[in-house]
C-alpha cells in the first residue's frame, strides 16, 4: 500500500471548514484515499473514501487532485466533537468491502477552537 | 445501530498472568481485525481472520500472542504470559469482504496494563 504524508497537527475555528491535506505520490491506480478519524479514548471512525473522482457525504467531502498524487479531506462547518486525529490511508479496495486490512499512519491531529 | 462490542473495556493485571480479550463482530460481517494501539507505536494490525480462518498474524508475536475466532459471533486474543510492554489499547474491527459497504467498523477497545 502507499505511504502517505499528513501534517501533524492542524487547528480550526468552530463553524469554519477544516481543510486537511494528505499526500500520496506513490499511488497506484487501483489504490482508493481512505479517511478514518479517532476521537480521544474511542475506535476508529469511517469518514469517505474515493478513487479519482470527488465524493461527499453527510459527514465530509474528499478532494483528489487529478494526478491522485494529493488529496484533502473538508468538513465544511467544524464544530469541538470534530477534534480528532484524522488518518489518510491508501490501499486497494478489490473486491470492495470493509474486509482489507487498513495501514494507519500518524494522522493529523485536528483542534476544533472556538 | 450494529456495532462492534470487545469485553473487557479495562484490564489490569500482573506480569506473567494470562489475559483474554474478547470481540463480538457485527453479524454478518466475514472479516475480523485485531488492532493494538500505543502512544509510540500508533495503531497497528496484529492478526485478522477472513471466514473465521486466519488470513495474516505476521503483526503479533508469536510467542506470547494468540487469536482465535471459535465461532462467527466470537473473536479472542490471548496473551500468555503478559509482559509490561503489552500495555496497550487492542482495538478489534469487523468488516465486510466483498461487501456492499467499504466501511471497517472498530469496537471501543480493551486497554490493557500489565504491571
Known amino acids: 500500500d502507499a505511504k502517505t504524508t499528513q501534517p501533524t497537527s492542524m487547528d480550526c475555528a468552530e463553524g469554519r471548514a477544516a481543510n486537511l491535506p494528505c499526500n500520496h505520490s506513490?499511488?497506484?491506480?487501483?489504490?482508493?484515499v481512505y479517511w478514518y478519524r479517532q476521537i480521544h479514548s474511542q475506535g476508529p471512525q469511517y469518514i469517505i473514501h474515493?478513487?479519482?473522482n470527488n465524493e461527499t457525504n453527510e459527514m465530509a467531502s474528499l478532494i483528489i487532485t487529478e494526478d491522485r498524487k494529493s488529496s484533502t479531506l473538508i468538513l465544511p462547518h467544524a464544530t469541538l466533537r470534530d477534534t480528532a486525529v484524522y488518518y489518510c490511508?491508501?490501499?486497494?479496495?478489490?473486491?470492495?468491502?470493509?474486509?482489507?486490512?487498513?495501514?494507519f499512519g500518524t494522522g493529523t491531529q485536528l483542534k476544533v477552537e472556538l | 445501530d450494529a456495532r462492534v462490542t470487545q469485553t473487557p473495556r479495562h484490564k489490569v493485571t500482573e506480569m506473567g498472568q494470562e489475559v483474554t480479550m474478547r470481540c463480538q463482530p457485527i453479524?454478518?460481517?466475514?472479516?475480523v481485525f485485531w488492532y493494538r494501539q500505543t502512544m509510540m507505536q500508533g495503531l497497528e494490525l496484529l492478526a485478522y481472520?477472513?471466514?473465521?480462518?486466519?488470513?495474516?498474524d505476521s503483526g503479533m508475536p508469536k510467542d506470547r500472542f494468540s487469536a482465535e475466532m471459535p465461532d462467527a459471533t466470537l473473536a479472542t486474543l490471548k496473551i500468555q504470559p503478559s509482559e509490561p510492554r503489552d500495555s496497550a489499547v487492542y482495538f478489534c474491527?469487523?468488516?465486510?469482504?466483498?461487501?456492499?459497504?467499504?466501511?471497517?467498523?472498530f469496537g471501543p477497545g480493551t486497554r490493557l496494563t500489565v504491571l
Open positions: 490511508i491508501v490501499r486497494v479496495s478489490v473486491p470492495t468491502g470493509g474486509g482489507n486490512k487498513l495501514t
Open positions: 453479524l454478518g460481517h466475514n472479516t
Open positions: 474515493g478513487l479519482k
Open positions: 481472520f477472513r471466514n473465521r480462518a486466519p488470513l495474516d
Open positions: 506513490t499511488i497506484s491506480g487501483n489504490e482508493y
Open positions: 474491527a469487523s468488516g465486510d469482504w466483498g461487501g456492499n459497504t467499504d466501511t471497517q467498523y
